[in-house]
């Protein structure tokens, strides 16, 4: 989702220092540093942002998590660590976690071709008989792109409002109407499938499968949809019980009622301008509600299962997710100097930069999401933001917020 509204610019940083458990006098000791952060933070944020949360965290658990400003400007309700709020594509990070998950079990292989498990076809026009894998999903070489078709049909509004408020011109996004809601299966053989009433050529590139990286989100939703058949649990159901529940998320999930809603985050467009509350029918590739608290565990997750210590999957799982997939020959061309660009190269759904940084960036409606760790240092970050970023100063200040958390995190692991 962060290629429709985020452009992730170049920034060079450099990152050393070495990470050491930190003991509870440290932690107290560290309480100035973290004032100093907080304050940072909102000296670069300004009046930018209505409301966000951040997050330093390493192998051991969780250094320093903040919520910012406000989750609802109108009710001065604040942004705490526990304010809910979607993250958009960082979300595709749990269909890569999944999709290890069910190869453990024995249900999926990564090199199977989609059309083992789809109960309709799904091939590229272009190359009939060449076969469509699941791996190429993971690593956006399918040639499944997104259309116009996904960007008109897969936001749907979470009630019924006047209809005059989608078409505020500060508002970059059409929804739908909450009655148009339709299955995730029925979304995916509509727009893929030959005998689909949205089907399209269009929707296939002409690059041979396995050949080029297309950054997809239907393509992600279809890996997704997959996992669901592969092992008959819907892939919501699926994560809760494999990722949520033993990291102890509990304050996550993929639809609105699966969590507390009174701590779900307004979203906006500018400062003043609501975002109304919205779902997405292909809810795997970017709709995951979560808090920056939440967020933070998984992300102590993912360093672990890196260092060899995770626990949701097995030591061999990890190394296949974190593993660069692709060459250079996959890609029309690369950024190499930015630290936090998901798109340099790819484990499984797991963004890898030029400077060999895993994680993910998402945007949406409302949402900006980062979310990185360095492998070398063992130290991560996040940042959620519930305000779109719409001008180059926001853009500054949304990176040099995050480059404040990796200043810090240097200082909090000193």
Same mark, same amino acid.
């Given at each position: 989702?962060?290629?429709?509204?985020?452009?992730?610019? *170049?920034?060079?940083? &450099? &990152?050393?220092?070495?990470?050491?458990?930190?003991?509870?006098?440290?932690?107290?000791?560290?309480?100035?540093?973290?004032?100093?952060?907080?304050?940072?933070?909102?000296?670069?944020?300004?009046?930018?942002?209505?409301?966000?949360?951040?997050?330093?965290?390493?192998?051991?658990?969780?250094?320093?998590?903040?919520?910012?400003?406000?989750?609802?400007?109108?009710?001065?309700?604040? @942004? +705490?660590?526990?304010?809910?709020?979607?993250?958009?594509?960082?979300?595709? !990070?749990?269909?890569?976690?999944?999709?290890?998950?069910?190869?453990?079990?024995?249900?999926?292989?990564?090199?199977?071709?989609?059309?083992?498990?789809?109960?309709?076809?799904? #091939?590229?026009?272009?190359?009939?008989?060449?076969?469509? +894998?699941?791996?190429?999903?993971?690593?956006?070489?399918?040639?499944?792109?997104?259309?116009?078709?996904?960007?008109?049909?897969?936001?749907?509004?979470?009630?019924?409002?006047?209809?005059?408020?989608?078409?505020?011109?500060?508002?970059? #996004?059409?929804?739908?109407?909450?009655?148009?809601?339709?299955?995730? =299966?029925?979304?995916?053989?509509?727009?893929?499938?030959?005998?689909?009433?949205? @089907?399209?050529?269009?929707?296939?590139?002409?690059?041979?499968?396995? #050949?080029? /990286?297309?950054? +997809?989100?239907?393509?992600? !939703?279809?890996?997704?949809?997959?996992?669901?058949?592969?092992?008959?649990?819907?892939?919501?159901?699926?994560?809760?019980?494999?990722?949520?529940?033993?990291?102890?998320?509990?304050?996550?999930?993929?639809? /609105?009622?699966?969590?507390?809603?009174?701590?779900? =985050?307004?979203?906006?467009?500018?400062?003043?301008?609501?975002?109304? @509350?919205?779902?997405?029918?292909?809810?795997?590739?970017? *709709?995951?509600? !979560?808090? &920056?608290?939440?967020?933070?565990?998984?992300?102590?997750?993912?360093?672990? *299962?890196?260092?060899?210590?995770?626990?949701?999957?097995?030591?061999?799982?990890?190394?296949?997710?974190?593993?660069?997939?692709?060459?250079?020959?996959?890609?029309?061309?690369?950024?190499?100097?930015?630290?936090?660009?998901?798109?340099?190269?790819?484990?499984?759904?797991?963004?890898?930069?030029?400077?060999?940084?895993?994680?993910?960036? *998402?945007?949406?409606?409302?949402? =900006?999401?980062?979310?990185?760790?360095?492998?070398?240092?063992?130290?991560?970050?996040?940042?959620?933001?519930?305000?779109?970023?719409?001008?180059?100063?926001?853009?500054?200040?949304?990176?040099?917020?995050?480059?404040?958390?990796?200043?810090?995190?240097?200082?909090?692991?000193?």
């Amino acid at each position: 989702m962060n290629k429709i509204l985020l452009t992730i610019l *170049g920034i060079l940083l &450099i &990152i050393s220092c070495k990470q050491k458990p930190n003991t509870a006098k440290e932690i107290a000791d560290n309480q100035p540093i973290k004032d100093s952060l907080t304050l940072g933070i909102k000296n670069l944020n300004k009046d930018y942002f209505n409301g966000l949360g951040v997050a330093i965290v390493d192998s051991t658990g969780i250094l320093y998590e903040k919520g910012i400003g406000f989750a609802d400007i109108k009710s001065k309700k604040p @942004y +705490t660590i526990n304010t809910i709020q979607p993250i958009a594509s960082v979300s595709k !990070t749990f269909i890569g976690i999944s999709l290890m998950k069910a190869q453990e079990k024995g249900l999926l292989n990564l090199d199977d071709p989609i059309n083992k498990y789809l109960p309709f076809e799904v #091939q590229n026009p272009n190359f009939p008989n060449e076969p469509i +894998t699941i791996r190429q999903l993971a690593t956006h070489t399918s040639t499944i792109i997104d259309t116009e078709n996904y960007m008109s049909k897969s936001y749907v509004l979470k009630d019924k409002i006047d209809s005059t408020i989608t078409k505020n011109e500060n508002i970059p #996004q059409s929804f739908n109407p909450s009655d148009t809601k339709i299955p995730l =299966s029925e979304f995916l053989k509509n727009y893929l499938s030959k005998d689909g009433k949205w @089907y399209n050529k269009s929707a296939f590139s002409k690059n041979k499968p396995g #050949q080029l /990286y297309e950054y +997809t989100n239907v393509g992600a !939703t279809l890996a997704a949809y997959i996992i669901e058949i592969a092992l008959n649990q819907s892939y919501s159901d699926f994560t809760t019980e494999y990722i949520l529940k033993p990291l102890e998320m509990k304050n996550s999930g993929w639809n /609105y009622n699966d969590v507390i809603f009174d701590n779900v =985050s307004t979203l906006y467009s500018d400062t003043k301008t609501e975002v109304p @509350y919205y779902s997405l029918i292909t809810y795997p590739d970017g *709709g995951f509600l !979560t808090t &920056i608290n939440d967020l933070s565990k998984y992300l102590n997750e993912l360093i672990k *299962g890196y260092s060899g210590s995770g626990k949701i999957l097995s030591k061999n799982s990890y190394n296949e997710l974190f593993k660069p997939q692709l060459k250079e020959e996959n890609f029309a061309e690369r950024n190499t100097n930015n630290p936090y660009n998901d798109e340099y190269n790819l484990g499984i759904f797991m963004g890898i930069s030029a400077m060999n940084n895993f994680g993910h960036t *998402g945007g949406d409606p409302g949402v =900006s999401s980062i979310m990185f760790f360095n492998p070398k240092e063992r130290t991560g970050r996040v940042l959620l933001i519930n305000t779109n970023i719409n001008n180059q100063e926001e853009v500054n200040a949304y990176y040099g917020i995050f480059n404040k958390l990796e200043e810090y995190s240097k200082k909090l692991t000193e």
